[in-house]
């Protein structure tokens, strides 16, 4: 259904995406994963792998710079994505830019009076040393004022806060931040599946009818947008989204088509929801193109509220009452009014054909 061209535009912009929020290790990386860096393509990173084959691994970022095909433009933007582990420099591991390394020895030697003072300036403790180690960086950077030192070096707030954060966890993967699916281990296959059963997936794809989700099988997993929430909603995208991890109930296996329905709302919601319980209904707006509702069905109440509209035939309309024709009008003399007065005129003459002979001149 879709172009071949869009389709691979948007799953590259997905990966891009991914691979600059993670970053990467470029002495490990191939070619195919460094063409996905920010600032970089499929030449500047095979110049980049050919130099490291050639040279060795990468001792600090500055070496980027010495790479053919690998310019200033390029090494600005794909410097922090860039990680070089157990390198010259301990900055050259973390997120932080090398434009900001100035700005990261000056929030360490803030915390130098609070550390061993015999460390040097820009060393950073491993993640067993930030564990156990009560001196370490992550114990003592929450106690720094952070918008005061954007005041006094001149630097926005967000900036010196991501430098704290990337000093503080310098081998942080931001995966691991991310809420993990939880799944039942018992569910392998569709035929595991049971209706009534409680599970938990994560929400792969919001589309207009619905969300899918992903509940530990390899089917397809689709709760509609009516199985959303207990309530109505016209865009799905209002409840939920991309990531979001989902409390669900099977409703339906379709074993012929591999298909599974679930819904988001529980037993007890549904039993609220059922001929007996409360309704969900339509929120009382304005119908599309801006109509307003009818009276009768925007002032019922839920319960009162009918399941279709019932046709009427409206009334007749009452008719007018007819003027009679002045004397002047049935002599001829007076212009005519209206088709009824014509009507008059007419059925005037035809009872009384020598008169309206004479009246007109025919």
Request: proline share 9%; charged share 25%.
């Amino acid at each position: 259904d879709i172009k071949a061209r869009n389709l691979q535009e948007s799953l590259d912009a997905v990966v891009t995406a991914c691979v600059n929020f993670v970053s990467v290790d470029v002495n490990t990386a191939s070619p195919a994963l460094l063409r996905y860096v920010s600032g970089l393509n499929q030449l500047s990173a095979r110049s980049l792998y050919d130099y490291r084959c050639q040279h060795g691994p990468f001792r600090n970022r500055e070496e980027f710079r010495c790479v053919p095909a690998f310019g200033e433009v390029a090494y600005i933007q794909a410097a922090g994505f860039l990680k070089i582990y157990d390198g010259d420099n301990p900055l050259d591991a973390t997120f932080i830019h090398p434009e900001s390394y100035a700005l990261a020895g000056k929030i360490l030697e803030r915390l130098r009076d609070r550390r061993d003072p015999a460390d040097p300036p820009n060393s950073i403790p491993s993640p067993a040393q930030a564990a156990h180690d009560p001196a370490a960086l992550a114990d003592v950077a929450h106690e720094l004022d952070v918008a005061a030192l954007a005041t006094e070096w001149e630097v926005g707030e967000l900036l010196l806060a991501d430098i704290i954060a990337a000093l503080t966890r310098p081998r942080r993967d931001p995966r691991e931040d991310l809420p993990s699916p939880v799944f039942r281990r018992s569910i392998l296959k569709l035929v595991d599946l049971k209706p009534g059963m409680e599970l938990q997936g994560t929400v792969l794809n919001v589309v207009d009818f619905g969300a899918f989700v992903d509940i530990g099988i390899s089917d397809s997993a689709l709760v509609h947008i009516s199985q959303l929430v207990d309530r109505f909603v016209e865009d799905p995208h209002e409840v939920v989204g991309v990531g979001d991890v989902l409390r669900v109930w099977v409703l339906d296996i379709d074993k012929a088509r591999r298909r599974v329905s679930l819904t988001a709302i529980g037993p007890d919601a549904a039993r609220r929801n059922s001929p007996g319980g409360r309704k969900r209904d339509k929120p009382s707006a304005k119908k599309k193109g801006g109509q307003p509702p009818s009276p009768h069905i925007a002032g019922a109440t839920a319960t009162q509220r009918p399941r279709h509209r019932v046709r009427t035939q409206a009334p007749a309309p009452t008719p007018s009452p007819i003027a009679p024709l002045s004397a002047g009008m049935a002599a001829g003399t007076e212009p005519l009014r209206s088709f009824a007065d014509l009507k008059q005129f007419l059925a005037a003459s035809q009872s009384n054909p020598d008169a309206s002979d004479g009246e007109t001149g025919d």
